[in-house]
């Protein structure tokens, strides 16, 4: 069976001191894994495909990193703005065109 | 830019009523997707549609049933609503091509009384 597991279900950071997010898989075959940012009351917002191991996204103050196993989602010098539920996803070999979500990230920046 | 619509914000119901859910999407997209969402489980998967007229159920179809005549209109019917199905409920889509990525709507929150 297909799992996504996220860390930590919460995270609280200082304005500027950056981390990083984790989506652990155990797929069959990996066909993409996707970011997704979704802000309260909101439905989610897309953020990178990444493909194969090594494959490295950048968006503002993220990047999205992906190995066999897990992808990362570093967030650098972050702002209150960045403050959201971070959803990752998988899709998985073998024509299905439904992905399998882990339960999120909450991020919260403080100023 | 794609965009998907869900027809409420927000939704006030009855215990026992029938309830419909809409979604449209305006980018001739095959596949279709209805999910709830509550704290602590994540997104579950309620129903899919593939084509017109074409659905699979997800984890959670039990209480519910969908409907799509036409490609871009897809919708959730709680048959008898009940307090257990108060929840966020997102739609979305997505093209023709396995497990591309979705696109959603901003959501229907529902408080079923």
């Known amino acids: 069976e297909d799992q996504v597991t996220q860390s930590p279900e919460a995270l609280r950071l200082q304005e500027g001191e950056s981390s990083s997010l984790n989506c652990s898989y155990t797929v069959s075959g990996l066909r993409g894994l996707f970011w997704y940012r979704q802000d309260p009351g909101k439905g989610p917002e897309f953020l990178f495909t990444?493909?194969?191991a090594g494959e490295e996204k950048e968006k503002e103050r993220l990047k999205a990193t992906l190995t066999k196993k897990e992808s990362f989602l570093h967030i650098t010098a972050p702002k209150p703005e960045d403050s959201a539920t971070y959803l990752c996803?998988?899709?998985?070999?073998?024509?299905?065109?439904?992905?399998?979500f882990g339960r999120g990230t909450s991020l919260i920046v403080h100023p | 830019d794609v965009k998907v619509t869900q027809s409420s914000r927000y939704l006030v119901k009855r215990t026992g009523e029938k309830v419909f859910l809409e979604c449209v999407q305006d980018?001739?997209?095959?596949?279709m997707f209805w999910y709830r969402q509550d704290p602590g489980l994540g997104l579950r998967l309620i129903y899919f549609s593939y084509d017109v007229k074409m659905k699979e159920k997800g984890d959670i179809p039990e209480g519910y049933s969908v409907s799509r005549e036409k490609k871009e209109r897809f919708s959730l019917i709680l048959e008898s609503a009940s307090t257990n199905q108060t929840s966020m409920y997102l739609c979305?889509?997505?093209?023709?091509?396995?497990?591309?990525?979705?696109?959603f709507g901003s959501g229907t929150q529902l408080s079923v009384l």
């Open positions: 990444l493909y194969s």
């Open positions: 979305a889509s997505s093209p023709g091509t396995a497990n591309e990525k979705l696109f």
């Open positions: 996803a998988v899709g998985v070999t073998g024509g299905s065109y439904i992905p399998t």
């Open positions: 980018m001739d997209h095959e596949n």
